[in-house]
């Protein structure tokens, strides 16, 4: 058994881990780390857990946290917050995901050009392990994260962009210069704070672009595309919250190369993703929707590109709080411990 | 293993049933019956199944579906239906769940009064096997369903109230002829079938009551409650629809007996369903909502009594797909077959 | 053209008087107040009003707020607000409409008590007022209303229970000691202040009841019925809260006395609403729903009651911003100004 | 009084008209033509415009139908109804509008192309009414519609994109053959009938993509576009539909050219729209929603081009069934009689 430390056990990421850690066959948490609700059970703080998991929160400042052993610890934390954690269970050798920004890059000055983003301090606090991690989008970076020592988990919308993309990428099948990322998302992407715009009575039948000075997620988007096309790529992004709680729509856009058509992407994409349990490729002529993936680990990616306009367009759907989140923090865990990839990942969600 | 059979795989009751046995260690799917979609793959007419079942829909009217053995056969199917199912299946040898009303009463008058109700032809076309049908609600008549041939699952709203009641009408905490059920329930309990009423424009934002001259689970609820009280009860009944997908939200009210108050209901509740894994009593001091119960298999009641009036109230919510319907069938499977009644429900929904 | 000043412009009891007021023909605005936004326009703050109405927000503890001339005065603020304005409008000859329970009793007693429920100071900060005002439910207090200096707005519960049950409590309709209000609100009744349990993600798909020890429009509920039925009237009152933005339905309740049936009630309805132009009355044969009143000043009964049972049962439909706040309180704008009473509230709501 | 006659009131693009003639001082509605419903009220089949519009609905197939004179006639109705609609009431001298696809193309040519994409039959049935339609969009062609005699109203996605790209197209902002429009609706652009995919369950929470091989839209787009450009221009689109009742939200992307920057798009947009009533240019960094357009005419448009990556980019806000439907012909109709453009048309709607 696989013996899961959480951090972060009472925001959306932690309480998506341990439903899923549940149902996971060889997992079991050794201890929930949180600040709300310390002192109380998990189930306190969620009372849908009740009867379920009723595990006691631990205050993250005291010694009883750091104390908590385990084979894998999860910080399902705002950035920042492993910056502090990762050091501690390295050093205890456990091995480490964070879900935040602090470890999907590898160098202090790629992270001091993200923290700068998102208005935190550019000086990474544990700046000696970001050479160790390892960027945990599962389907790219298999090998490494079965070794990793610290996987830094990617962003939602960088998962449904990076996953979309990266056949075009590779096989050069969109032009330079050209991709666009039009991705709408439901609303728990912004965790479970309640604010203005996500009161009920505002966002309810209400869609609208924001951040379109630039979103902190392009960076690894771009970072990662870069590694796979082996240049720089460079993409315009349009984040989007639409008036639903869970899922991811991409629309991603570019140029088609002279000579490149649908059937040719249709056909990439296929090939690129033959063989991965998460990732399902669909022509255009096929319907998809987020619905289809809600609640369930994969990424559902519809090619339609516009042959009469020479338009690639390629949608990927994924859940955000799923693929999107928790559900490739677990499949990394499952890599990283030599488990099947879909253990307790291997059930779709609830319909309706 | 438990083979199982399911007719009517195609409906909310019926993929509800399939998502859940997927997670079952101890059952099998042998067969999906469905007329719409014979021929293809359940997951071609529910997407989301996709890689997590694949199995062919056979077509009910096909001498296939007939043969297809199993230990038991469900029939998440409108009411009629499994009155041509149930001789097929019991003369084979196989157990026997129906979710509708075919097989809640036991004598052909109760059931032609039920079917009048709901305009359905009141002469029951397997009389035989009424004599040996057992309700289904496994906290009531749990040793009868253990050995049951057939059984005849509860409706939504019956489930909600009879659990919610039923303390008040043993223990006679309620005043006869004073009981009021003001009920709130999820679309998703009308099914997957389109209707003005329930088109997406029409629905958000919009609360209304309906069947006000009277809705066919009255009758089972007041059958079963004046089972368990020994006496007639009859109750006043308000369906009414919110705007959400899941959940029935059931406000139990009456006139408290002359030194009956809150304190003694609430003990009363308490002590009987103690044990009872899927029933939980809260005071009223607690929060609860339909959403700490959707997605799992739990009764979660309020004992909120009003003293300074003397009125009796109590507030029952359900997932109307899980508790209220298949995953009130799956525990009945649990118990026909000996293994421990929360298998395959022993996990909370997705939050949020 | 009468003058209008409204303090608390910004909350959705502002932006719901402004909206009307933009269409109503006698009615000009002289001067918005509000803190949040003091110094620029109210169209800042809610930019829907862009181009519609563009008034500068006045800051509520600067002397051009109270400066503000008008010939009435709306204060559309939190309980306690009115208290300090009430005195200085007075004093200036302008009339004043409150939205909160500062003026709905016309004791410091009953204040005290009230005010005790809602955890605000039991005392009043301008008692010399209570004598003069009258509480503001038109249908009931029309003469007075008309000459009122002071009027205190009634709650939505209030209003949509009020009318519900007021010919049932004049004509003796049902048994005292009886009456349930079974009512189920929108999340706009809540204010724009973002919490929790508001959050969308928390609020979607997910209905509860709250205060279940006691709400505070209960008391102005009884303390109307009692005047209407001559004798002290009791409720026991369930709010809860279903996601939907707008709206309330409210499920009625009691024992209906001897001899009395379905139809005499739904005449006695009838009869004491003809003529009343924000009233409908119908059979439970007819459909109804929130919807048909969301946007409208209108209330729409069902009268259904169980003969089978005994059971009084109406069921009443408001919107709670309109009829339960800011239609209302135009509506008695009308009346104190002689205006007809449906000026600028005589137009459906968009559907859908 | 503008004499008012609307064939097709009992869709929602009927409704909203009516809505808003009932606050249009210069309008009287003379006829409303309807199938269902037809021999009853308006107000029966739409319950919430009881008390405010009770007329009658004529059957269409009626000689009284054809009969209604009248100064305008709207015909509110699917694709084809108009061809049978318009010789009728041009003939009877009544100037016409119509809301489909039926009269926005001058030939027989385009029409025929625009029915087979929406496999109708390709023979206009009014062929010599084509010369003398007009294109409604009031913002070009103002001055052609005063005079019109038939206007052909634009499709919603069509309105949203032509006037979010045509200064970008009129001015050279955009380089050809780069540009795509990512489109996002709400479910009311689908009318009133009920659908598998609009089902309330099926919707909630779920977004897609559909008719990806090419919406009918598309044709008016290019076809004003061009006119605009002086050249050929040629989009991609994708519509999408995100679980919301109103609005439409799209996202148009392009190559800026050489030497082209964010500044000169925001100044052309300015320019292009100055003095334009229900036209908004806003920059990236204030906020916009299709919140703030619901229930108005509006056009919010933000411009937020990508400097970094060189892309053009304008996103588009309006409320479908308003300014995309019912509102833009209310509008044109202003225009045809000489009346204020925003008679009947100068209120926000209600928030929220």
Redesign the interface.
């Known amino acids: 058994m696989v013996r899961v430390k959480l951090i972060g056990a009472g925001g ?1 990421g932690g ?2 881990l341990i ?1 899923m850690l ?2 996971h066959p060889e997992a079991e948490i050794v201890g929930l780390v949180n600040p709300h609700g310390a002192g109380g059970k998990v189930s306190e703080i ?8 009723d595990m006691p929160l631990i205050d993250p400042e005291s010694d009883e946290a750091k104390g908590i052993d385990s084979d894998v610890t999860f910080c399902a934390t705002p950035d920042g917050v492993g910056q502090y954690w990762g050091p501690i269970e390295v050093a205890a050798g456990r091995r480490f995901v964070d879900y935040s920004g602090d470890y999907r890059f590898n160098s202090t000055e790629l992270y001091s050009q993200y923290a700068t983003r998102i208005n935190k301090d550019p000086v990474h606090k544990a700046p000696e392990l970001l050479g160790e991690c390892v960027y945990g989008l599962t389907e790219f970076h298999r090998e490494e994260i079965a070794k990793a020592k610290i996987v830094g988990n990617p962003g939602c919308f960088a998962m449904s962009c990076t996953i979309g993309l990266a056949p075009a990428i590779k096989y050069g099948l969109v032009e330079e ?4 990322c ?1 991705c ?1 998302t ?3 992407g912004a965790g ?5 715009g ?13 951040r ?2 630039g979103h902190q997620h392009v960076m690894e988007i771009e970072h990662e595309l870069s590694l796979i096309g082996g240049k720089d790529v ?3 992004f ?1 984040p ?1 919250v ?6 991811i ?1 991409s ?1 991603l ?1 570019g ?1 088609l190369p002279e000579g490149v058509g649908h059937g040719r992407v249709l056909e990439a994409y296929k090939e690129m993703y033959v063989g991965e ?1 998460f990732v ?1 490729v669909k022509d ?2 096929e ?10 680990n ?1 990424v559902l990616i ?1 090619v ?1 590109c ?1 042959e ?4 690639f ?1 390629v ?1 990927s759907h994924i859940d955000n ?1 799923v693929k999107g989140q928790a559900g490739s923090a677990l499949q990394n865990m499952n890599v990283m411990f030599g488990l099947r990839e879909d253990m307790g990942l ?7």
């Open positions: 959306y309480i998506g439903e549940l149902g969620w009372p849908y857990l009740e009867g379920y998991c210069g050209s991709v666009i039009d709408k439901g609303i728990s479970k704070k309640p604010s203005p996500f009161h009920y009575p505002e966002r309810y039948d209400t869609a609208n672009a924001y379109l000075t460079k993409i315009t349009t989007q639409v008036p639903m709680t869970r899922g729509m629309c856009y140029k349990r399902m255009f002529t319907a998809a929707s987020t619905g289809d993936v809600r609640g369930s994969r519809t339609a516009d009469r306009t020479g338009i367009r949608i709080l291997d059930r779709p969600g609830a319909h309706p």
